[in-house]
Each structure stands twice: as structure tokens, then as C-alpha cells.
């Protein structure tokens, strides 16, 4: 009995071990993806960019000119997850 028992309580350690390993392997959680939208003004962009942070989305970068024609931006870019 007592032989069983010390076995027992040399093997938690081990186990504990195990456990731990697994935890600190496991994968970890995949994040959102990221998405961009594009507008042709400004005001569509913000306005659609305050929309999306009121749903609970992250903006990661706001309304951002990301086309220009004779120096004036005819396209603005909007990315969020």
C-alpha cells in the first residue's frame, strides 16, 4: 500500500509537468482578420468609420487618402477588424 501510494505522489509532478508543457504548445487564438474599404470621399469614409467603431470593430488606421490626381485625393482608405 504504502509502495502505491509514493508512486502516486512521485508521478503528480510529472503529470503537472505534462500539463503545463501542453498549455504553453497549445496554439494561440487566431486574431481577426483585417479588412479595407475604400471610398471616393472623404465624408462617405468617416461616416461609414464612425459607424463601424458603434458596432465595436477597431479601427486601425482611419479615413486615409490613398489615390491622388493633380495633387488631390480622389480615394480614401479605411482598414478595421
Request: aromatic share 10%; proline share 6%; charged share 10%.
Amino acid at each position: 500500500m504504502m509502495k502505491i501510494r509514493r508512486r502516486v505522489l512521485a508521478g503528480i509532478p510529472a503529470t503537472a509537468l505534462a500539463i503545463g508543457i501542453l498549455a504553453f504548445a497549445a496554439p494561440a487564438p487566431a486574431q481577426a482578420a483585417q479588412q479595407v474599404s475604400y471610398y471616393s470621399s472623404w465624408n462617405t469614409c468617416s461616416l461609414r468609420m464612425d459607424r463601424l467603431a458603434q458596432q465595436g470593430y477597431t479601427i486601425v488606421q482611419g479615413c486615409t487618402p490613398d489615390s491622388y490626381q493633380n495633387g488631390t485625393p480622389v480615394r480614401w482608405r479605411l482598414i478595421y477588424q
